[in-house]
């Protein structure tokens, strides 16, 4: 009997997690953070409570209350007697924090199956990252953490792989097959059940730079001819448009061509697409791309990659903006003494905020929102930004978009948005469904499942917490 449980990625955009069973084989496909669900009860001012340990966390109903799954350290921290894990695994989509981060909370031999890109933009996550425990998914501490006391950090069992590869877990095999995302070392999965295939789309699309990798996906899925599909449907509602990341290159060149003074851009450095854009942009205006030492941990990881094609850190048209140092009575961090700026401090190519403000035509500055305080330093006057990420889609990203469109009018810096979606049009996500033709779907990772109704496959409404029985 194979049987699907959805406890997250219902009615909601992310968040996914998925229990599939297959006799004694129990597998999660993804166990990501619910931003919407967690932002109903949390804030920044108002976080989970690590002292009580995962006790926040299912309160809330952020994870499920399931045996076998949780560390031993979080457990007995809770007051419950530890559990042997009773998962045989978590096949991880790609590495985006909704589908990712809770990962955090699983058992130590729990393996956790993932693309050998994706483990990289994990890497880069983890060595730029302070630790927290919603952000443990390479290695953790086990809690309480004793201050002073140095335990060396537990790493967690991968098993990586590529498109190629088959895995087996317990009786069950797996394939990956790439597909075409806003993050590189994305995937979708074949899984073959002892009642026939079950497709799991992971989050895809058709209109980014490499639609050959999805279009690979759907036909080994289709030649599969799977029982069930579980799809991402993001953006259902969207009819097919034209947006496309050539179209970010155009606009936003175009922009930065016309700009006087300083140029400062946002986009997610896990966007290797979009890190191409810009630093294409930046060499062709013979400019500076300037980012922080955090990107430097993601390009450096990129450019090992010869698939994707970025240069280093260290290029000659890539500058490293070097942090302001906190001192004094008042400090309360010293931004100077994390491992991975102290490793860099000796390029030859970092530059200060206060040398980019005496010639800002020079250079393009990519900086994060949380991080608009540096403006004040950087001193942009009539400049520009450009917006290169999705639109505030919910209520706590509309108090940041108001708050950040405040910074642009104190230093006077037009506002330009540019973006391309890493999630598939409605149409495209449709032409899939008839072209894999499974004989039910079960849509996920959207706000309008209800869109998915008029289908000529048979279509579940998914319930949260809810078991079903597929094929047989």
Known sequence: MVKLTFYGGVGEIGGNKILLE??????????????SRRSKYFEEFLPPRTANGIGDFLATNLIPDIRGVYRED????????PEEPEISGVILSHAHADHANYISFLHEDIPVYCGKTCKAVLDAVNEQ??????????DFKRRPIIPGKRD???????VLFRTGDKLLIDSVEIEPVHVDHSVPGAYGFIIY?????????????????????????IEKAKEAKPIAMITEGTRIHERKGDESEEKVYIKAKAELEKARGLSVIDFNFKDVDRVRTFYRIAREMDKFLVISFKHACFLERYHRDEKLDVPDSRDDHILLLKPKMRTGTYADYDYMSEPYIKSRLNYPNIITAEEISKKPENYIVVLNYWYFTTLIDLKPEKGIYIHSLSEPFNEEMEISFERMMEWLKLFNLKYVHAHCSGHAYGDDIISMINEIKPKEVYPIHTERPDMFANLSTKTIQVEENKTYRIGG
């Open 193 to 217: 059940t002892s009642e026939g295939a079950v497709v799991y789309t992971g989050d895809f699309r058709m209109h980014g730079t490499n639609p050959e990798l999805t279009i690979d996906f």
């Open 22 to 35: 297959d006799g004694d084989c129990r597998i999660f496909l993804d166990f990501g953070v619910s931003f």
């Open 152 to 158: 060396e950090p537990i790493k967690r069992k991968f």
């Open 74 to 81: 979080l457990l007995v921290h809770l007051g419950r007697k």
């Open 129 to 138: 990252s302070r630790r927290n425990i919603e952000n443990e998914i390479v």
